[in-house]
């Protein structure tokens, strides 16, 4: 196998891989990303449902309310008693537990209107008003009448008004009581709209919650301006894979009506009353003194009904029967004062409004938005109305045309995103890390699988060639054909020859044993001397025949220092030390080998041997060490050898606890094999 088809087989074994880790992670992110979806999904309905529950809270407290009690006046106790008191809906200014909440009024059967701010009835005093409030009171009162004038809901009268300035405090004084209650806008005479034609009274109310005509679109609100909601950027892809939380469906106006009459109810109610006696022509009502008398009567209630007006107001009105005749009772809300206190409060500060924007619609217009990740309250354009849609739901009525819906602008990881990411991190880089030592490894096995078959070649062509030429001398001398000059020098050949076959076979056996993990040497402490003149015989015939010259020295101090070797085997280092500078210094001009001994400031002792020749290059003094590694190529090469005998003497001086070194030389190249020194005693395991 060549490198380009191994990088071909780890690329389709790595992408085998990968794809399918990479499926189970975006698997299993995609997993985490529903799940968190999911419980934003159920914080935003348990929110919806807490908003829910108390706008219902406070319908129910409203229902709960009388029909008395948006009179001015009621009675306390039962009527033996004759104690009148203001009503609960009298206070000023205003105070109800509805948010935004401008005032309460009531419709009569012929479209009067009235409100419990002002006396219905003119009475003998002001009932403790004074006139400061008497003036914000009715202040209040004509603007609730305007307002619901304005959105044709009652008709705007004709008021008798004294001449002179109503603000003024004296003039108010001097006022009667009947003037005074004119003054603050009671009707006495009905009278229509300039171009508007006469509508039955109350008919308006029955139209706030009916269907427009076909092919008539609803009337532009006067607040709305973000569109309706098919219109915004909102993704549905969540929802459409995911099972849709429950939502409460729109009920038409015919079923709203059918669930207001549902909860109609009965109620025993007594109410003050002027007892009217005719005098002169003259009615009770023009006089000063005016008693009254409590009546005792039964009224039949609806449930509350909720409608938008044109101008942006909300209006929350029942209907109620009372002795054949109809009344409406009702209240103005101001809509973002009554959103922002019911939704708006309830939604800050949650952990759904730090990821989702709350959409406030009516019959699908966007009435208002609460912005999650906004510093302000509300959003007024629909290109920040983005998002994925979370939840969505209606109301319960008479809230039913009010929708909520929560975007998500970014959803947060799941609890165990985390843990996806690291894992799909060290995957990723265990792949990679793995892919890279894989390609390593399969270089290096094809280089090694090259080098053995080099080496196999090379020992081949080692064994061959001074076999045949010992063959071929010793068949020449055998016969004869030599004379006795040349004799000596065939002999020297064939004894030369016969030991490069000896080398070569150690090390070749030497290398068997090591590749074996067997004990290939056996250490013994030996002095740096001994050891040099050990190996001065078995290295200057063979640096002598092939023409160089040896010098051989040694210290004195490291020649009585003892090391722990193994004789055979550092005999067996320097050989091939040597002949690896004999082979590559052979055409140097100075053919010189020098082996030296050293102690060294450290106590170790370093055995040097030097070249004259042209030296290792940079870029193969750690590779020359290799077993089998030639710097030379196989075709071209024009020295011998196996490329064994460096990577042996490694070998064999790291089992001998030793080191060796390169260094270049100019001219040459010298290799430094340094041992540790030891006492003469001791006697060091051979285990490598």
């Known amino acids: 196998m060549n490198p380009k ?285 005016v008693e009254l008398r409590i009546s005792t009567f039964e009224s039949e209630i609806d449930g509350f009904e909720l409608s938008l007006l044109d101008s942006g107001h909300w209006v929350l009105f029942r209907k109620v029967w009372r002795a054949g005749e109809r009344y409406i009772q009702g209240a103005l809300i101001e809509q973002e004062r009554f959103a922002n206190g019911v939704i708006g409060a309830a939604f800050r500060g949650t952990a759904t409004a730090r990821m989702s924007d709350l959409i406030l619609a009516h019959r699908g217009e966007v009435l208002l938005a609460f912005g999650g990740q906004s510093d302000r309250d509300y959003l007024s354009s629909t290109r920040t109305l983005s998002g994925a849609l979370l ?63 080099n080496f196999i070649s090379a020992v081949s062509h080692e064994l061959k060639t001074p076999l045949t030429s010992i063959r071929m001398y010793s068949e020449m001398l055998r016969e004869g054909w030599v004379n006795e000059e040349k004799r000596r020098t065939y002999y020297d050949f064939i004894h030369d020859e016969s030991e490069r076959l000896s080398r070569l076979i150690n090390n070749v056996l030497q290398l068997a044993r090591m590749t074996r993990n067997a004990h290939p040497v056996e250490l013994k402490p030996l002095t740096a001397g001994n050891l040099v003149d050990g190996i001065r015989s078995k290295v200057s015939s063979m640096v002598e025949r092939t023409g160089f010259e040896l010098e051989l020295s040694c210290s004195d101090d490291a020649a009585t220092t003892s090391i722990a070797v193994d004789e055979d085997g550092f005999s067996q280092i320097i050989i091939n030390l040597v002949d690896n500078a004999l082979k590559f210094s052979a055409k140097a001009e100075r053919h010189v080998v020098e082996i030296s001994c050293l102690k060294r400031q450290s106590g170790e002792i370093s055995f040097s041997v030097r070249d004259y020749g042209p030296g290792v290059p940079a870029n193969q003094m750690k590779k020359i060490f290799r077993l089998f590694y030639r710097s030379e190529n196989e075709l071209t090469r024009e020295t011998v050898g196996t490329g064994i005998g460096l990577g042996l003497v490694n070998q064999l001086v790291a089992a001998m606890n030793g080191k060796v070194d390169l260094l270049n030389r100019r001219p040459g190249a010298e290799f430094i094999v340094t041992f540790p020194c030891v006492a003469p005693a001791v006697y060091p395991s051979a285990e490598t």
């Open 5 to 289: 088809r191994l990088r071909l087989s780890l690329l389709l074994f790595f992408l085998a891989l990968l794809i399918p880790t990479v499926a189970l992670i975006v698997q299993a992110y995609s997993q985490l990303k529903w799940e968190a979806f999911h419980h934003h999904q159920v914080v935003a309905e348990e929110l919806a449902g807490r908003i829910d529950e108390e706008l219902r809270r406070l319908i129910e407290r409203e229902e709960r309310r009388p029909f008395t009690d948006y009179h001015f006046l009621v009675v306390e106790g039962d009527t033996a008693s004759n104690f009148l008191q203001r009503s609960p809906l009298s206070t000023f200014p205003v105070d109800s537990a509805i948010p935004g909440l401008l005032g309460f009024f009531q419709v009569d059967s012929s479209g009067r209107f009235s409100s419990p701010l002002l006396p219905q009835r003119e009475g003998s005093n002001l009932y403790g008003l004074s006139l400061t409030e008497l003036k914000e009171r009715r202040t209040l009162h004509q603007q609730i009448q305007r307002i619901l004038s304005d959105n044709r809901l009652v008709q705007q009268r004709r008021l008798n008004r004294p001449k002179g300035d109503l603000n003024s405090a004296p003039q108010l004084a001097a006022m009667k009581p009947a003037e005074m209650v004119a003054a603050s806008g009671e009707p006495e005479a009905d009278g229509e709209m300039p171009g508007e034609p006469q509508m039955q009274a109350q008919a308006a109310f029955d139209l706030l919650n009916s269907a427009p005509p076909p092919g008539k679109k609803e009337k532009k609100r006067a607040t709305a301006g973000l569109g309706r909601v098919e219109d915004l950027k909102l993704e549905y892809s969540y929802k459409q894979q995911m099972p849709t939380a429950p939502m409460a469906k729109m009920a038409p106006s015919v079923s709203r009506s059918r669930a207001a009459k549902s909860r109609l109810r009965k109620e025993i109610s007594q109410l003050p009353e002027a007892m009217e006696r005719v005098e002169g022509g003259l009615s009770a009502a023009a006089d000063d003194a």
């Open 391 to 453: 939840y969505q739901t209606r109301l319960s009525a008479p809230w039913g045309d009010l929708q909520l819906l929560f975007s998500i602008r970014e959803l947060p990881p799941g609890p165990g995103a985390g843990v996806v990411y690291w894992v799909a991190a060290i995957l990723l880089l265990v792949l990679c890390i793995g892919f890279y030592l894989m390609y390593r490894l399969g270089l290096r096995q094809i280089e090694v699988a090259g080098q053995q078959q």
